[in-house]
């Protein structure tokens, strides 16, 4: 069965770096678009990134543009979420989601989920 596993949270002070990964199986990982999503406590899960199959495109939430970038490894089975310059707004629980077909930011389009990994940033 398909399986996303996301690591590489933890706790940072603002202004500093994370970088997220994500480990794919159960699928033919270059057929599939990737995409992370962020859920706050007491907030609906919000788009972050997402990146085409080939890793030549790549879409990014507003709030994230110029301090997050998106990456993919179509041989090792991975996406990448490089997070920089982060703010305590971005503290949430951080989810790998595979979308056969779709391409964007609406969660119903993704196919198969993570469980997440947790991003605090202190003050």
């Known amino acids: 069965q398909v399986q996303l596993a996301e690591s590489g949270g933890g706790l940072v002070q603002a202004g500093g770096s994370l970088r997220l990964s994500c480990a794919a199986s159960?699928?033919?990982?270059?057929?599939?678009?990737m995409g992370w999503f962020r859920q706050a406590p007491g907030k609906e899960r919000e788009f972050v990134a997402t990146?085409?199959?080939?890793?030549?495109?790549?879409l990014y939430a507003d709030s994230v543009k110029g301090r997050f970038t998106i990456s993919r490894d179509n041989v090792k089975n991975t996406v990448s979420l490089q997070m920089n310059s982060l703010k305590p707004e971005d503290t949430a629980v951080y989810y790998c989601?595979?979308?056969?077909?779709?391409?964007?930011?609406?969660?119903?389009?993704?196919?198969?989920w993570g469980q997440g990994t947790q991003v605090t940033v202190s003050s």
């Open positions: 989601a595979a979308s056969r077909t779709y391409y964007g930011s609406r969660r119903t389009g993704y196919d198969y």
């Open positions: 990146i085409s199959r080939s890793g030549g495109s790549t």
């Open positions: 159960g699928l033919t990982f270059s057929n599939y678009i």
